[in-house]
């Protein structure tokens, strides 16, 4: 086991990425990864359903950020524009295969379309309220397909 002071790092580590875990949730997921903060993040996110106390995303305040990438004549849909502005958002080249990995957590159910409850549901269930919480959930759902289990899961 790791020193306290290693510990409490690797928490700390843990909480930036998995927003809304208690420090006692990230110290038990972390424990039953044998204390590997990479490996540990990707099973919360891969089992987020085990840990019903997290906070939930303001849905409200999401609803506020998906007006700047609605369609115009839609506005329950995202627009091209708009894809191409959120993938910027956030970082991802819209040509590459994040994009796809983006719709996987959505769960869109139509490809190359982003619906607006979808949009919603799953980043308030990730525990989201704002681009920058956004942002930093994309990223890791990218960084996450490198682990082989969860890759499986997304192809």
Sequence with gaps: MPSYSVRRQRIKEFKDIC????????????????????????????????????????????????????????????????????????????ESHETLAIAWHLQSSEMGLIQKDEFVASFSKSGCSDKKEIKKQIQQVCRSLSDSTQFKEFY
């Excluded at 038990?28 to 204390?35: G, Q, R, S």
């Excluded at 609803?63 to 894809?83: H, L, R, T």
């Design 19 to 94: 927003a809304g875990a208690s420090d006692s949730i990230a110290q038990t997921v972390l424990e039953a990864n044998t204390w590997n903060v990479q490996q540990a993040i990707n099973h919360f996110f891969n089992n987020r359903h085990l840990y019903p106390e997290l906070k939930q995303g303001n849905k409200s305040k999401l609803e506020k950020v998906w007006k700047d990438y609605a369609d115009k004549e839609d506005p329950s849909i995202m627009s091209e524009a708009g894809m191409l502005q959120f993938f910027k958002d956030c970082g991802v080249n819209p």
